[in-house]
Antibody
Framework: EVQLVESGGGLVQPGGSLRLSCSAS????????MHWVRQAPGKGLEYVAA????????DYADSVKGRFTISRDNSKNTLHLQMSSLRAEDTAVYYC????????????????????????WGKGTAVTVSS | DIVMTQSPFSLPVTPGEPASISCRSS???????????LDWYLQKPGKSPQLLIY???NRASGVPDRFSGSGSGTDFTLKISRVEADDVGVYYC????????FGQGTKLEIK
């Protein structure tokens, strides 16, 4: 069974730092791109960051660019999110998400190019930025 | 940036009745490969989101055929042919053409 278990959340003061981790099991971690997605209290979902399967390529939402760093350790099946210069608006539940790549539709029709979607989500870890 | 707008915000539905959720994007989500880069997720109360539909109209594995997605360009619709109690939660559309942007969500509740 595919499992993603986030950890590292907690209360931090504005301007502080925090490192989130996500332990993956039940699949070949090193073969899949991974994302972080967050959800502020009572709000909708917001994409945060992505990392390629080998860790060589990363992407960030404008709201966190320059402050957050996504990384992975494929030898330990672990995804990380290093967060610094934290702000009140970073308060949220942070989800670790496995990305699935498909080459064809359910009908068997091949896709002209690969498509990626977020297919498994962890339960999330809560981050609160407050003084 | 592509902005996603869902309607309605809240959707009370009687069990057994159909339901429809609209999602509009500020730019076309039609990729030059002919596919619309639009997915739908459901977040049940207290749970993590789960994928329902990808590429506008393709049901994810295990999703009942009561759920269907349609649309192209900037206008998309998620339909539930017969709502069941287990369908309650918040439905999100997300564009995957340029980075990722979620809609604000539509809360489906049972009357």
């Amino acid at each position: 069974e595919v499992q993603l278990v986030e950890s590292g959340g907690g209360l931090v003061q504005p301007g502080g730092s925090l490192r989130l981790s996500c332990s993956a099991s039940g699949f070949t971690f090193s073969s899949y791109d991974m994302h972080w997605v967050r959800q502020a209290p009572g709000k909708g979902l917001e994409y945060v960051a992505a990392v390629s399967s080998d860790g060589g390529s990363t992407d960030y939402a404008d709201s966190v660019k320059g402050r957050f760093t996504i990384s992975r350790d494929n030898s330990k099946n672990t995804l990380h999110l290093q967060m610094s210069s934290l702000r009140a608006e970073d308060t949220a539940v942070y989800y670790c998400v496995k990305v699935k790549r498909i080459l064809e539709l359910p009908s068997g029709m091949p896709l002209p190019e690969d498509y990626y979607f977020m297919d498994v989500w962890g339960k999330g870890t809560a981050v609160t930025v407050s003084s | 940036d592509i902005v996603m707008t869902q309607s309605p915000f809240s959707l009370p539905v009687t069990p057994g009745e159909p339901a429809s959720i609209s999602c509009r994007s500020s730019q076309s989500l039609l990729h030059n490969n002919g596919y619309n880069y639009l997915d739908w997720y459901l977040q049940k109360p207290g749970k993590s989101p789960q994928l329902l539909i990808y590429l506008s109209s393709n049901r994810a594995s295990g999703v009942p055929d009561r759920f269907s997605g349609s649309g192209s360009g900037t206008d998309f619709t998620l339909k539930i042919s017969r709502v069941e109690a287990d369908d309650v939660g918040v439905y999100y559309c997300i564009q995957t053409l340029q980075a990722y942007t979620f809609g604000q969500g539509t809360k489906l509740e049972i009357k």
